[in-house]
């Protein structure tokens, strides 16, 4: 029997592809600090629970596929705080932001479509365009750069016929960026004077740190009919879990369009929403220390990778990500050696090997992404750990 040719050409995550090697290990004895995915350790909010606790309906319904009331009213009463307003008829519910996603490059693009993106990118791009039967087409951000986008021509060289849409993370997941006023300006002209949606993943919104001012892609009053919102609960309310996200534009008949989709899949989980739609009543302090928490978890990850010989990078200034250069050759090797023959102390680590962040062939194979998403004590430790492992794994080359 054949598969298709698009499940084949798809990727397994990096994020997620060493996780039997980490099980192996775990079942073995050994503590692994888990540095490759984005799953905070912070609290959820009560409320959230206390809106399940309270449930009694005696049926536990479909729900109607653009979501439930409560939950779209909520959302818009999040986004008027951040200067942004939106219609009832402007918000589809989805399962996570990748639905919203897929849901998005779906409904703007046919096959062999295609879609720019700054690399390195959060890796599930890739499989949300190609489920879509569209294509990735990178423009290169550096290191050195802070991971900011290139001049405005380095971006254009990349239009074709058949391309449809920038899509952008900001802040930034695997690089930590923020993008500037400047540089949202400068998409902003690209998508009207080339006719492309502009989709812009803000689910690290309350995540930005130094004193930074955060600036969406709905601030550019002037495209905000090409612009595609992809949001979720999922990291500022530490709610991975629940996979409630959403996909929201001014372009209303976009977003009719969009509704096709939704009904295909009936509902997003009635109890869920009702449960996050009560998130909007979280006090602003939980945001602020959660702020101040990851701010210190940064500093503590930069300070540390920088001591260490041969390591390179950035100090990041949003999200809970950091891209790291590393003196190895085979980050991929690197990582998994770190699970199957590694431990100090009878504890390692796992990282994301950096390769899968990028579509330019060659590109992260010596780097990983690493999240901070640990404790203040065991982010210390695993940096100890990562330092000495390093060392060893040095002499192992160098044989």
Known sequence: MEFSKRILDMQFSPIRKLAPFAEEAKANGKKVYPLNIGQPDIETPENFFEAV??????????????????????????????????????IMITNGGSEAIIFAIMAICDFGDE??????????????????GAKVVPFITKAEDGFHLPPKEEIIKKISPRTKAILI??????????????????????????????ISDEVYREFVYDDLKYTSALYMEDILDRVILIDSISKRYSA??????????KNKQLIHQILKLCQSRLCVPTLEQVAAANLINT???YFKKVKAEYENRRNILFESLSSIPGVLCKKPTGAFYMVVKLPVEDSEDFAK??????SYENKTVMVAPAEGFYATPGLGTDEVRISYCLNSDDLKDAMDIIA??????SKKQQN
């Open 337 to 342: 050696w770190l699970l199957t023959d590694f």
């Open 283 to 285: 006090p602003k302090e």
């Open 240 to 249: 991975c879990g629940a996979r409630i996200g959403l996909v929201a534009s």
């Open 115 to 132: 879609i720019l993106v700054p690399e390195p990118f959060y890796t599930n791009y890739n499989g949300f365009t190609e489920s879509a």
């Open 169 to 198: 993370s900001n802040p930034g997941n695997p690089t930590g960026v923020v993008y500037t006023y400047n540089e949202m300006r400068m998409l902003a002209s690209i998508a009207k004077d080339y006719n492309l949606y502009l």
């Open 53 to 90: 606790y309270s449930y009694k309906e005696k049926v536990l319904k479909y729900a109607g596929s653009q979501g439930i009331n409560e939950l779209i009213e909520s959302f818009i009463k999040y986004y008027k705080e951040w200067g942004i307003n939106f219609d009832k008829d402007e």
């Open 388 to 393: 000495k492992a390093l060392k060893e794994y």
